[in-house]
Each structure stands twice: as C-alpha cells, then as structure tokens.
C-alpha cells in the first residue's frame, strides 16, 4: 500500500505542470464564460429598458383626448341637491 502511494506521489509529481496549466486554462475558461453571460445579460436588459423607454415616449406622443358632454349630469345633480335643501326647508 505504502509502495502504491509513493508511485502515484511520483506519478502526479511528474505530471504536476500539465495538470496546472489544464487547472489554469479551465478557471480562466469559466471565468471568461460566466463574465460574457454577464455582459449578454446587462445588454439585453438594457436594450429592452431603452426599448420600453422608446415606446413610452412614443405612446406620450400620440395621446388622445375625449370630450364628454356632462351638462345632463350636472343637471341630474344640481336637481338633487336643490331637491335636499328644499326638503331640509320643510
């Protein structure tokens, strides 16, 4: 057993520089890898805030407006009211 070690000590001794720079290599894959998904995220959602900003303005553009004709309820209400005070009267 102790014999089995040694060969593998010696064996993973011989290969340490190779593994090393396969270990580098990887960290600095994920690391670049995980940096551009990063980026692609905050530039998408920058682009669909601008774009929804963009729409927004546009929308604040071509706003419209409606006229509504409220002199029936004005009358409805000034009859109601004159109808309380003359009942308050009595």
Known sequence: MSQEKVDRYKKEKANRQKIMRREKWMLRLEISAAALVLVLLIG????????NAQ???ESNQTAETTVMNVTE??????????????????
């Open 44 to 51: 998408w959602f920058s682009l669909a805030v601008y774009k």
């Open 55 to 57: 729409a927004e303005k």
């Open 73 to 90: 309820i004005q009358n409805f209400l000034n009859d109601v009211t004159s109808g309380d005070t003359s009942a308050e009267e009595e």
